[in-house]
């Protein structure tokens, strides 16, 4: 069963003109359940639990969109090298490890 996730980014850094800065937000589905994943890799302890969050979000959303557009010539030379960089990750090495 597919999970639906709503994403708000919303520029909260400082203006000097003192306006509220952009924002976009998007829809998506996926079919891990993320706050899974996000729970699993902060236990992992390979980053702050923020950048963790950022990294599994970031890395479905791209994972989702090259899934969706594998046929493209711009994915061509990235793809091989994303499908080992998530085979070394979901093997539960850690940087270092992987390396090595």
Do not use: K, N
């Given at each position: 069963m597919p999970h639906a996730y709503a994403i708000e980014v919303t520029d909260?850094?400082?203006r000097t003109d003192d306006r509220v800065g952009p924002s976009?937000?998007?829809t998506f589905t996926n079919?891990?359940?993320l706050n899974e994943i996000v729970a699993r890799f902060q236990r992992r302890d390979l980053?702050?639990?923020n950048e963790s969050k950022a990294f599994?979000?970031?890395l479905k959303l791209l994972?989702?969109?090259m899934l969706n557009h594998r046929a493209e010539p711009l994915f061509a030379e990235f793809a091989p090298a994303f499908k080992q960089f998530m085979k070394t990750l979901k093997s539960g090495a850690k940087p270092q490890e992987a390396q090595a």
């Open positions: 909260i850094s400082p976009y937000d998007f079919h891990d359940d980053f702050d639990h599994v979000t970031g994972g989702g969109v």
